[in-house]
């Protein structure tokens, strides 16, 4: 109908209105688009999908990610990806879920990224599979969440040796079996990235036993592998589920932990000396026991990893110059 001779009639008006209109079907479209028809299409997908939030809580997982993991949406929503059994490794072995994952890395160079991995069925064997990590952000571009998508390559024996041994044998220092420097490493990279991102606090301890060669000389170095076990047990029957304690070298030690006050570190540090200190083994009629100058440090905004491991490694230095079985943290 022509209204252009109608009095009061104004065409720039008319033309708004039929753009609010418009604007208004296709926002109800988006709307619709965005919720029922995305959960449809996510849900159905001939790949496995879930979605976790900044700290990697899963907050959806559809179909496909349950035939190929074994695991149920109600057994994974809610959880973190590092308390799952999963255990994600890459080509070359590295345990993903308690170091620095994809999802992280993700979320750093705020890109999608495309890996292989190996994880572990809910049954027990090994699946191969080809991932994709994608950000999703809001409409001010801020990532609020991370969707891994991944369908299953082949399925590897469970009997594999070279799969089943892959984390100990590249990760684990094969006389303590504790974390190595290799994986001690990519935890301080996952904790940097959780500091810098979820404001989540962290410590860095270094520990060198006191007066270890000497020990050697009059013991014998069969002693002193005895005693570097004894250790190594006494620390980590002594450390929380956060903590991670590895063997940096020689009669080195480094640990990560988190923290929720500076004064924290301390404490730390004291629990671990004492712990230390209480460990013995029987050597004839005696029993042998050592000491470890130890220093720990809380992180800081402008902290790299080589800084806090220097950082911590100098206050230990310290504390063998004040006498060694000292303890040396940044109050001091």
Same mark, same amino acid.
């Given at each position: ?135 999703? @952000? !809001?409409?001010? #571009? $801020? ?9 299953? =390559?082949?399925?590897?024996?469970? +009997? %594999? ?80 589920? @956060? !903590?991670?304690? #590895? $063997? ?9 932990? =988190?923290?929720?006050?500076?004064? +924290? %570190? ?67």
């Amino acid at each position: 109908m022509d209204r252009t001779g109608i009095s009061g009639y104004d065409k720039k008006e008319e033309y708004a209105e039929i753009n609010l209109c418009e604007r208004d079907c296709e926002k109800g479209w988006q709307d619709m688009i965005n919720a029922e028809i995305f959960r449809q299409l996510a849900e159905h997908l001939p790949y496995g999908l879930y979605i976790v939030s900044p700290d990697r809580t899963i907050l959806f997982w559809n179909d496909e990610a349950e035939r190929i993991t074994g695991y149920t949406r109600e057994e994974m929503i809610g959880r973190k990806c590092p308390t799952t059994n999963l255990h994600h490794l890459d080509e070359k072995g590295t345990p993903l879920c308690q170091t620095y994952c994809p999802l992280l890395q993700c979320m750093d160079e705020e890109k999608a990224i495309a890996k292989k991995l190996i994880f572990t069925h809910k049954n027990g064997f090994r699946v191969i599979i080809s991932a994709h990590f994608i950000p999703l @952000t !809001d409409n001010q #571009g $801020r990532i609020t969440m991370v969707a891994e998508m991944f369908e299953e =390559l082949s399925i590897m024996d469970r +009997d %594999t040796s070279l799969v089943q041994n892959l984390y100990s044998l590249a990760y684990h220092d094969s006389l303590t079996h504790l974390p190595n420097r290799v994986l001690l490493e990519a935890t301080l990279r996952m904790r940097f990235s959780e500091f810098h991102r979820l404001h989540e606090s962290f410590a860095v301890l270094f520990a060198d036993i006191d007066h270890f060669h000497e020990f050697n000389e009059r013991y014998g170095h069969l002693a002193g592998d005895s005693m570097l076990k004894v250790i190594a047990e006494s620390m980590k029957q002594s450390s929380r589920k @956060t !903590d991670t304690i #590895g $063997r940096w070298g020689g009669e080195e030690f480094l640990g990560i932990f =988190l923290i929720k006050d500076k004064k +924290d %570190t301390m404490v730390i540090a004291n629990r671990l000396q004492k712990t230390v200190n209480q460990a013995f083994i029987p050597y004839d009629s005696e029993k042998l026991h050592i000491t470890m100058s130890i220093g720990i440090t809380a992180v800081q905004e402008e902290d790299t990893m080589p800084s806090i491991i220097s950082r911590a490694d100098h206050y230990m230095y310290r504390a063998k110059n004040m006498g060694r079985n000292t303890i040396i943290t940044d109050e001091q």
